[in-house]
């Protein structure tokens, strides 16, 4: 099981048996690199702990927890999670700030204890069959078994498998803020936090709010740069990871090093934002450049995640990493501040459908007729999906508008009537935060879903791919429950999105960042496919190939391909989803591998 996981700590490792339990360790070293190797326990040994992640406030609990008494052999934060445990018993966790994955054994109660980070930023997954648990970081460090096949259905709707599903029956995924207790056989899941909206503050100016935003940042920016390793970040042009390279800048006395992706195609490029922000702070740069070659390395990325996952972004992600892993061992990433801070344009369409949801729907014939075009989120893809979803209810409009495959779609993809319903694993999220306002529970709804099983796992893997440990400052409580006390018309008014946070980035960021339209982290996938991928799209999802891997109807799956390279619709994103389905088969049930070069993946690079 260690050694399937040797990419995520390949600087040590370690274990610990006792009768008919055992924990093992990879370390990625951060901090105390001498002395930190894991497991480590307590002061009689009768509690050990292996971690994946970093504790943050380790040092402050520390303090705190040597003045009632513990002793400390390491400056590890690992160490901290077991005085924390010994002393506060199953409430460890909630004292924990950082991001993490954690597996404690009590000898004493004999019994073992899980926990995942209040955010979902680190994996955990588990398979508890009989009287036996075992648990893993990936999928491919357990027994695989049967796969499942609401989960196939899951992702045909997401082009992620959401919590708790794994894409095999018998192991699923511990949620974010919850532990699992395994005691005698038995096996207790308990929340133990769950970040999320607040009472919306009238109390302060918007004077007042933007310091306070700037404050927020940078403490939570402070902390996440704690490291005795050097600290890069992962700069896409946007404000997001702008504002976290600036105040990395600001607090550090070296210069930071920070590393982007961009691409051929204009309307995809980010990089001149990145170029801005770099010089105005005299960070060290490194960039690459994207061709459409690099849609190649997609059976390298197969072998990358250890279930299928198709956000097309996963693939410039894996590519900066690697960049970034050539000098670094840690990087700071933007992710959680769309989610918190209202910056996506679903969310717009959101607050339009309320006023222009009718009008929409019977405009739908001639929407449908407009021609699609390969640009980055165009007029046409945005306008066909607000059609067709404005008239639905709150939450199946939300859904709507990001659905990869429908109902009806993926009946005719598998075969088979639909396993599972995709707005169920929304409800219960969504019905929690009943009394807030819309934008706000629509809001939590992705922080909680969409977050953490597509945007967190693309970052984790693809990071972890090279050993190069991925921070997000902006999902930390400090951050999140500033940005979910805000009014949602300090998030998103009208069609401006992101509204306070541009304006709280003003002083520290160029203009022409803050006030740039949002391109986020994807490829030109609808040329790419159009244009030289075609032979390869043809080739991975040849009749042959699908009938073997038995998961799709390859008339069906023939369709969606004639279909996009027609230029009739475009279906990239849905492409993309039944290529990596089918590349991920391939590598992990049937243990083909491919040969997959990046020397062809990028051009310039400096």
């Not at 769950?194 to 302060?204: F, I, K, N, T, W």
């Not at 005719?412 to 706000?440: I, K």
């Not at 799709?552 to 619709?569: F, K, N, S």
Request: glycine share 8%; proline share 5%.
């Amino acid at each position: 099981m260690s050694a399937t996981l040797v990419h995520r700590g390949p600087d040590s490792e370690g274990s610990f048996v006792d009768g008919g339990v055992g924990l093992g360790a990879r370390r990625l070293a951060i901090i105390d690199l001498e002395h930190g190797d894991q497991p480590l326990a307590n002061e009689d040994g009768t509690c050990t702990v292996v971690q994946n992640g970093e504790i943050y406030n380790y040092a402050e609990l520390t303090h705190e927890l040597e003045r009632l008494g513990h002793r400390f052999r390491t400056r590890s934060d690992t160490e901290t999670i077991v005085h924390a445990y010994e002393q506060w018993g199953l409430g460890f966790a909630d004292r924990l700030r950082g991001m993490f994955a954690v597996a404690i054994w009590d000898a004493r109660e004999r019994r073992l204890v899980l926990a995942r980070d209040r955010f979902g930023i680190k994996p955990l997954y588990y398979r508890a069959v009989g009287a036996e648990l075992s648990f893993a970081s990936e999928l491919d460090a357990l027994p695989h078994g049967e796969i499942d096949p609401a989960a196939v259905d899951a992702f045909l709707a997401f082009n992620s498998i959401p919590t708790p599903l794994s894409i095999f029956r018998e192991i699923r995924k511990l949620a974010a803020g919850h532990l699992l207790v395994w005691q005698e056989g038995e096996l207790e899941l308990r929340r133990f936090a769950r970040p999320g909206p607040l009472p919306p503050r009238a109390d302060a100016d918007e004077a007042e709010l933007l310091e306070e935003c700037r404050a927020r940042l940078r403490d939570s920016v402070r902390a996440h740069l704690v490291s005795d390793v050097p600290v890069g970040v992962l700069l896409s042009g946007g404000v997001d990871s702008g504002a976290l390279a600036a105040l990395a800048a600001e607090e550090s006395r070296e210069p930071v090093r920070t590393f982007s992706v961009g691409f051929e195609e204009a309307s995809f490029d980010e990089l001149a934002g990145a170029r801005a922000v770099s010089r105005r702070y005299g960070t060290r740069h490194r960039e690459l450049v994207l061709r459409p070659d690099a849609a190649l390395l997609l059976p390298a990325l197969a072998d990358v995640f250890d279930e299928p996952f198709a956000d097309s972004s996963a693939l410039p992600t894996y590519l900066v990493a690697k960049l970034a892993a050539e000098d670094v061992k840690v990087a700071l990433s933007g992710e959680g501040g769309d989610e918190l801070f209202g910056g996506y344009y679903t969310y717009v369409a959101d607050l339009l459908a309320e006023r222009f949801g009718g009008l929409a729907s019977r405009a739908r014939p001639l929407v449908e007729r407009l021609p699609s075009s390969t640009r980055r989120v165009s007029f046409d893809y945005k306008a066909k999906r607000f059609a067709r979803a404005a008239h639905l209810p709150p939450l199946e409009r939300h859904h709507g508008w990001k659905e990869i495959f429908s109902a009806g779609e993926r009946a005719e993809l598998t075969g088979r009537a639909p396993a599972w319903d995709p707005v169920s694993a929304l409800r219960e999220r969504f019905a929690e935060t009943e009394g807030h306002e819309l934008l706000t529970r629509l809001q939590d709804v992705d922080l909680g879903t969409y977050l953490v099983d597509d945007l967190l796992v693309k970052t984790d893997r693809a990071s972890m791919a090279w050993s190069l440990e991925a921070r997000v400052p902006f999902l930390d409580t400090v951050v999140s429950n500033f940005a979910f006390s805000l009014p949602a018309s300090q998030r998103v008014r009208r069609l401006e999105k992101k509204r306070l946070l541009r304006r709280a980035l003003e002083p520290l960021l160029p203009r022409e960042v803050v006030q740039g339209r949002k391109r986020g982290f994807s490829i030109p996938a609808a040329a790419w496919l159009r244009g030289e991928l075609e032979p390869f799209a043809r080739e991975t999802l040849s009749a042959e190939t699908l009938s073997r891997q038995g998961l799709l109807q390859p008339t069906a799956v023939r369709r969606v391909l004639d279909e996009h390279i027609a230029g009739r619709a475009d279906l990239s994103r849905q492409l993309w989803g039944l290529l990596s389905l089918t590349l991920w088969y391939e590598r992990h049930v049937e243990g083909v591998t491919r040969d997959a070069s990046l020397a062809h993946a990028v051009a310039g690079g400096c």
